[in-house]
């Protein structure tokens, strides 16, 4: 976004003065294209003149421009399909002749990144381009349409690139299904996987190469591989949804199951009993972390695989989403001296990502910082990790034992799961340590009320905790579908009324290419952070009711997870069906 801002202000969209105007009234850290639009600093018409040329001479790519807000791709493809004369195509409105496709190869189609649209009854074909004033590839692509009449059209390069990769995936998917079948028929394909350790060549190989490749593309979090009566299903679980990209023949699970063990150092012969295990690979040029779990089930066995980017461990606290005051709040408590700072939120929340968030806000090269994890999900470089194992009763209760004859100065626990975690973690946190850990409950005020179920005496709970933050993952709205929310049901209008401004306007996508048809892409954090001033503290320690803490948490400035949420779908980030769906 800086890139534009700065191109805007050489090209003088943006006067520099009226720009410093603005920063000496809001703050640096709201200058976006959408505030300097809100004020009337920056003309959507001027900008969207300026882009485009900026777009011709490449000092910008369309891809950079989509996930600014403030910024309508598709109307800045419009403007370029008027220019050239030519039409702009919605790719998702147009049903595709994959038999039109298939004339022309895949190589060439995704080096230009053009896509065969349709025929008509004149002969006429319709192609849609990336970049219709790019001559090579109008022509490398015309040639292919030898006595027909090649229109040429603009579409949105990420659809397109979308569209090809899917193609090519599944022509993939079956070529090396086929190879598989074929070496089963032979009689060798599973024993030659297990007893040859499956060499680069092997199709099996290849095959989960395309499914680890196709998932971190479609930034899955999840792999499933399921068995059924009569195929095996490849599922990916995208922004928190399942999604079946792929089904194959029966025959195919047994190979792709031990090839799968094989990678995670699992017993290939195993199939009556889970395991869990791990494997690293590089996809796409970067490396992954994937943590497997195997379950025998009816029809074979479920394989799943979480997929762990080590590059997120390095996101940074105010890059995690928070709303300004409730980041305001949460880094107050991690930066507090000792006391226990809490994440809750269900599974798949988050959580994990913020408390290595906080690590990295916190890490100092004068304290030692030691984490006890089931399993350790990052590798953080000056953090000492621990990796709790049933097997050998490292427990996360014995490994805080030990690691407080270790000197620690901050210590970060993946999950507090018993009453004696619990304990050691509040004496820790009352002896002059800094303890972060997560805890399963719906909100942050829920979890005082979980620690007390869980036997903690009230009075030592009023001075050990310093924070507690309750979070969720809702999805974003996909930006190239995005479009205003016409029908908004007027129960829900009226059950959030005290959140809403007079004639309120929410935004939902209508689901294209890009989101798989979803209306979403990404995910986005509502949270609350409810900081435990002195008179909550008193109230913890005299056994107060949750709604009595409550309400005095609102009397102090506490903003609830719905009205976070509301509030981002007011800004348009996400729409007002998921905010209830997630957060009700």
């Known amino acids: 976004m800086q890139r534009v801002i700065d191109l805007l202000i050489q090209n003088e969209v943006i006067e520099q003065r009226k720009l410093d105007l603005f920063i000496t009234k809001y703050g640096e850290e709201r200058v976006n294209i959408e505030n300097l639009i809100k004020v009337k600093i920056l003309s959507v018409v001027q900008m969207e003149e300026m882009l485009i040329k900026e777009l011709r001479m490449h000092s910008v790519e369309m891809k950079d421009l989509e996930s600014i807000n403030g910024i309508d791709t598709t109307r800045i493809l419009k403007?370029?399909?008027?220019n050239l004369a030519i039409e702009y195509v919605d790719i998702n409105d147009v049903d595709l002749d994959h038999k039109l496709i298939e004339r022309l190869p895949l190589k060439q189609l995704m080096r230009y990144n053009a896509l065969p649209l349709y025929e008509d009854d004149q002969s006429r074909v319709t192609v849609a381009f990336e970049n219709p004033s790019d001559f090579e590839a109008k022509g490398a692509i015309e040639r292919f349409f030898r006595g027909k009449i090649m229109v040429v059209a603009?579409?949105?390069?990420?659809?397109?690139?979308?569209?090809?990769?899917?193609?090519?995936?599944?022509?993939?998917?079956?070529?090396?299904?086929?190879?598989?079948?074929?070496?089963?028929?032979?009689g060798s394909a599973e024993v030659k996987e297990v007893k040859e350790g499956a060499e680069d060549s092997s199709a099996v190989l290849k095959l989960i190469e395309t499914i680890l490749s196709t998932a971190i593309s479609s930034m899955a979090s999840d792999i499933h591989i399921e068995a059924t009566e009569e195929s095996a299903i490849v599922r990916y679980r995208v922004d928190g949804m399942l999604q079946e990209y792929f089904k194959l023949e029966k025959i195919i699970f047994g190979p792709l199951a031990s090839r799968t063990k094989l990678l995670s150092n699992l017993d290939i012969a195993e199939k009556r009993k889970p395991q869990d295990g791990r494997f690293t690979h590089i996809v796409n040029g970067a490396v992954y972390d994937f943590r497997v779990s195997t379950l025998p089930t009816m029809f074979g066995e479920s394989i799943v695989m979480r997929i762990l980017d080590k590059s997120k461990a390095l996101v940074k606290l105010e890059d995690a989403g928070m709303n300004a005051e409730a980041y305001k709040k949460f880094k107050k408590g991690i930066k507090s001296p000792y006391g226990i700072m809490l994440v809750t939120g269900p599974t798949g929340s988050g959580k994990t990502t913020t408390l290595y968030g906080a690590l990295n806000a916190i890490i100092d090269v004068r304290d030692k910082i030691i984490t006890v994890e089931d399993p350790v999900e990052y590798q953080m470089d000056g953090i000492q990790q621990v990796q709790v194992s049933a097997k050998t009763g490292l427990t996360f209760a014995a490994a805080l034992r030990s690691i407080l004859r270790q000197d620690p100065d901050k210590i970060m626990i993946g999950e507090i799961r018993d009453q004696e975690t619990l304990r050691i973690a509040i004496e820790a946190a009352l002896t002059g340590h800094l303890v972060l850990s997560t805890l399963h409950t719906n909100d942050s005020i829920s979890a005082i009320s979980r620690m007390q179920d869980m036997g903690i005496e009230d009075y030592l709970l009023a001075g050990a905790v310093i924070g507690i933050q309750g979070q969720r993952l809702v999805r974003k709205i996909c930006g190239t579908c995005k479009e205003v929310e016409q029908d908004i049901e007027a129960d829900n209008l009226k059950e959030l009324a005290k959140y809403l401004p007079q004639n309120p306007i929410f935004y939902k996508g209508k689901g294209c290419a890009v989101c798989n048809n979803s209306g979403y892409a990404g995910r986005e954090m509502i949270c609350e952070v409810l900081i435990i001033s002195e008179e909550l503290s008193t109230m913890i320690a005299n056994g107060a009711t949750k709604d009595e803490m409550r309400t005095q948490a609102m009397s102090e400035g506490f903003t609830n997870m719905l009205e976070d949420g509301v509030n981002k779908a007011l800004q348009g980030k996400t729409s007002l069906e998921e905010v209830l769906r997630v957060a009700r």
């Open 154 to 186: 603009i579409a949105n390069a990420n659809m397109i690139k979308r569209e090809l990769m899917k193609l090519k995936t599944s022509e993939e998917v079956v070529e090396y299904s086929e190879d598989i079948k074929h070496d089963l028929t032979e």
């Open 79 to 82: 403007r370029i399909a008027n």
